[in-house]
């Protein structure tokens, strides 16, 4: 065939050509029998390829993971570095949420009052080792703050700006020993002042004796001539203890403060005040008791073997 | 003498084709890896006269063709594998210079199945079949010849081992 060749070779490289095309047109056509062949081999095949798939998948595995390793190893380093990213923002994220959720309480109980406030954000806290507890925010002079301003969050009370600073101030918080506030009963309106004790209780002083306090009343700030230091209205504690002192000249009470002093990260200064006292309008609502499901559990004896 | 020697490589062209389909399709190598069955069958082809490798070719692409990975239509792995039976075949035909030496071989093998996998692109774009991108298609091609000319000389000394015993020709390399 080489050399001319013989007509037998040629006729059979003609007749399988001729075979092949003839594959080919009825497969184009969609003639159903080729489709089923191939279907009928893998449906035949599968079976097969099922169990080489459980033999030498590991195997396959491992070459694939020989001939990736340094992608494989870049790939962990991009994902270690991807997931710290992560964590990072998840972190912030966390962070902006409180933040988020401290000012938004602190705008809903400035905004029931009327007051006009700045918001900060507590960049330092104070040093105790002179027995005074103090923070430093992030606004100052410069945001419009000024010494003898009333500073609070969502809750009420942190305290009064005593220095302040082109960019930042120092904040007296209520907890300080020095603190002292003009304070009032919600709804009986009776007057005292309240004195920082250093920790997250507070003591008020009745200044009338002719009056009583029960545990359960909140306290709020009576407010100063020009709103200076302090605002009327803001929430500071409730009474946990009252003390009955039979010589007392005046009752006095210990109060538990609403603001949570160790978490303190978004704060706001009061800027001004409206002329109107806002009263009891920002006396906290009291917690709404969640219904407790009884569960009655019926027992019935069994019977006694009889003896 | 043809339909005889057909008959008896059918089967051991089956064995390879299963082992292909369910064995080597389980590794994933650089390129896409090789094709087992390919190689062979041009050695295959490669040990006989051009119409026996012609007719090798045939077996070996109809097989090709049921394969669910081929994507042309039935038929079109056949006719290039006829073509290339023939071709390989033709090229050692009564060259004993050429046939006697292994890395020829291997040259060849190795060369036909980018040339056999080129032509099967060109035919498919003609029939319609995507491609996908030119970079796919040059890595595909690469690394088929890569593993070929790697596979091809662990293969040879089987092949013609099998070929020997089953046709009782001296063909071994």
Same mark, same amino acid.
């Given at each position: 065939?080489?050399?001319?060749?013989?007509?037998?070779?040629?006729?059979?490289?003609?007749?399988?050509? !001729?075979?092949?095309?003839?594959?080919?047109?009825?497969?184009?056509?969609? !003639?159903? /029998?080729?489709?089923?062949?191939?279907?009928?081999?893998?449906?035949?095949?599968?079976?097969?390829?099922?169990?080489?798939?459980?033999? &030498?998948?590991?195997?396959?595995?491992?070459?694939?993971?020989?001939?990736?390793?340094?992608?494989?190893?870049?790939?962990?380093?991009?994902?270690?570095?991807?997931?710290?990213?992560?964590?990072?923002?998840?972190?912030?994220?966390?962070?902006?949420?409180?933040?988020?959720?401290?000012?938004?309480?602190?705008?809903?109980?400035?905004?029931?009052?009327?007051?006009?406030?700045?918001?900060?954000? /507590?960049?330092?806290?104070?040093?105790?080792?002179? &027995?005074?507890?103090?923070?430093?925010?992030? =606004?100052?002079?410069?945001?419009?703050?000024?010494?003898?301003?009333?500073?609070?969050?969502?809750?009420?009370?942190?305290?009064? /700006?005593?220095?302040?600073?082109?960019?930042?101030?120092?904040?007296?918080?209520?907890?300080?020993?020095?603190?002292? /506030?003009? =304070?009032?009963?919600?709804?009986?309106?009776?007057?005292?002042?309240?004195?920082?004790?250093?920790?997250?209780?507070? !003591?008020?002083?009745?200044?009338?004796?002719q009056t009583t306090l029960k545990v359960g009343d909140v306290i709020l700030a009576r407010g100063s001539v020009n709103n200076r230091p302090f605002v009327p209205g803001v929430p500071i504690g409730q009474v946990t203890s009252v003390d009955n002192a039979a010589g007392a000249v005046t009752q006095t009470a210990d109060i538990k403060l609403y603001v949570n002093f160790s978490a303190l990260s978004t704060v706001a200064v009061v800027v001004s005040a409206p002329k109107e006292d806002p009263r009891d309008a920002l006396v906290p609502r009291a917690p709404v008791p969640t219904p407790v499901p009884t569960v009655t559990i019926y027992a019935q004896p069994s019977e006694s073997p009889a003896p | 003498m043809f339909a005889r020697r057909f008959f008896i490589s059918l089967p051991i062209f089956t064995f390879i084709y299963i082992l292909q389909e369910s064995v080597v399709t389980q590794f994933k190598l650089f390129g896409g890896g090789f094709s087992l069955f390919l190689i062979f069958a041009l050695l295959w082809s490669a040990l006989g006269t051009p119409e026996m490798g012609a007719l090798t070719g045939f077996g070996a692409g109809l097989l090709m063709d049921l394969s669910q990975t081929a994507s042309g239509p039935m038929g079109q792995w056949t006719l290039i594998m006829i073509l290339a039976g023939f071709a390989v075949s033709y090229l050692g035909y009564g060259d004993d210079n050429f046939r006697g030496n292994p890395i020829s071989l291997v040259f060849i093998v190795a060369a036909a199945v980018v040339v056999i996998r080129l032509i099967y692109l060109i035919l498919g774009l003609f029939l319609g079949s995507d491609i996908g991108s030119t970079w796919s298609v040059f890595l595909s091609l690469f690394s088929s010849a890569f593993w070929s000319a790697a596979l091809a000389p662990l293969l040879l000394p089987v092949v013609t081992r099998i070929h020997e015993a089953l046709f009782d020709v001296k063909s071994r390399i």
């Open positions: 065939m080489r050399n001319g060749g013989d007509n037998r070779g040629r006729l059979l490289l003609i007749s399988l050509i !001729v075979t092949a095309l003839f594959l080919i047109t009825l497969d184009l056509r969609g !003639v159903q /029998v080729i489709t089923g062949l191939r279907n009928g081999s893998q449906s035949a095949l599968s079976p097969v390829q099922s169990v080489a798939a459980t033999i &030498f998948r590991p195997v396959g595995n491992f070459f694939s993971d020989v001939t990736q390793l340094g992608r494989t190893r870049g790939e962990i380093e991009r994902l270690k570095a991807s997931n710290e990213k992560l964590q990072k923002e998840l972190i912030d994220r966390k962070n902006a949420d409180a933040e988020l959720a401290q000012l938004k309480s602190v705008l809903d109980l400035a905004g029931t009052a009327k007051y006009k406030v700045v918001n900060a954000k /507590v960049i330092s806290l104070g040093s105790t080792s002179s &027995f005074t507890q103090t923070i430093t925010i992030d =606004a100052g002079t410069n945001d419009g703050i000024r010494q003898n301003m009333t500073v609070i969050t969502g809750l009420g009370l942190v305290g009064v /700006v005593k220095i302040s600073y082109p960019n930042s101030a120092l904040v007296q918080l209520t907890t300080d020993p020095a603190f002292k /506030v003009g =304070a009032r009963v919600a709804g009986s309106q009776q007057i005292g002042i309240l004195s920082g004790q250093g920790t997250s209780k507070a !003591v008020l002083q009745l200044l009338d004796n | -």
